[in-house]
């Protein structure tokens, strides 16, 4: 007769765990979850989840409630980062807490909350008129003077708006795989398409005087000083110059480029609530 893993005592025959324990354990981590999440948005510090926790815990054991801590916390700081600009207090504080539990970036968990929290405490510092400084080595060569201040490494969709032979017209069904942007299913023709169209896949860094996208088949230097109107996008950023067709880029987003070639982005995250005030305020800044 084998002990239930969950409290130790004899499960019986046949029986690894006790059904009241697993259910005990499993409404337990909910509950954590929830005052993990909160103590985060209501401002709580360390020291107030360590003591708010044992007793909800109760003899519940730890290993069956610390990714419920985990959950909690990068859900409360993603919703910390995007109800206001984190101050550089605030983003000390959060980080200790997320250190202490072990959060911090990791994908296959979908745990992007302190992703939220360093773009949310940059835009805190440029409304402040303070430059964020990134600290990797620029992707782009830059001027003299010009300072880096936001660049990813991943796949961001750049498009515009225009009218296209793309050699293949659809009789069948269109999927949205990014805002504005549309794989399709069905029979194929030869027809000319017109709207929102891909045009290339590549990197894209923000400075102080300019936004650079280096993909395989253009290179863009857009001098901040000349956009005249940002477009906000759920999951990129419209940028629209004094000439020419505006300019969208999608940040995390898959697509279907014109030619047939697909971008497969295997997680996807929003970040147009964060491009889109970051940019506008480095560019008012150059304005003032």
Not at 99 to 127: D, P
């Amino acid at each position: 007769m084998g002990l239930c893993e969950y409290c130790d005592q004899k499960a019986g025959f046949f029986q690894s765990v006790h059904p009241a324990c697993v259910a005990k354990a499993n409404s337990t981590a909910e509950t954590v979850k929830t005052f993990v999440t909160k103590t985060i948005v209501d401002g709580g510090s360390l020291a107030d989840i360590q003591l708010g926790l044992p007793p909800i815990i109760g003899n519940v054991k730890e290993q069956y409630v610390h990714e419920a801590i985990q959950n909690g916390l990068n859900e409360g700081v993603g919703q910390v980062a995007r109800k206001a600009p984190v101050s550089g207090d605030d983003f000390t504080r959060i980080e200790a807490i997320m250190t202490a539990y072990g959060v911090k970036t990791e994908i296959s968990k979908r745990w992007f909350g302190f992703i939220a929290l360093c773009q949310s405490n940059m835009l805190h510092q440029v409304l402040n008129s303070i430059l964020p400084a990134w600290q990797d080595p620029p992707l782009f060569n830059l001027r003299h003077g010009e300072v880096l201040c936001y660049q990813t490494g991943r796949t961001v969709v750049y498009a515009e708006e225009k009218t296209v032979s793309t050699g293949r017209g659809y009789g069948g069904v269109s999927l949205p795989v990014g805002h504005g942007i549309y794989a399709h299913l069905g029979e194929s023709k030869p027809q000319k398409v017109s709207g929102l169209i891909p045009l290339d896949a590549g990197q894209v860094a923000i400075t102080s005087e300019n936004f650079y996208f280096a993909g395989q088949k253009s290179t863009l230097q857009i001098p901040l000083r000349n956009v005249i109107r940002y477009q906000p996008y759920l999951d990129g950023i419209g940028i629209c110059e004094s000439h020419g067709a505006p300019k969208v880029f999608t940040f995390n987003q898959s697509c279907q480029f014109p030619d047939g070639r697909y971008l497969t982005v295997d997680v996807q995250w929003d970040s147009g609530w964060f491009l889109y005030p970051f940019l506008t305020a480095l560019t008012n800044r150059l304005n003032v």
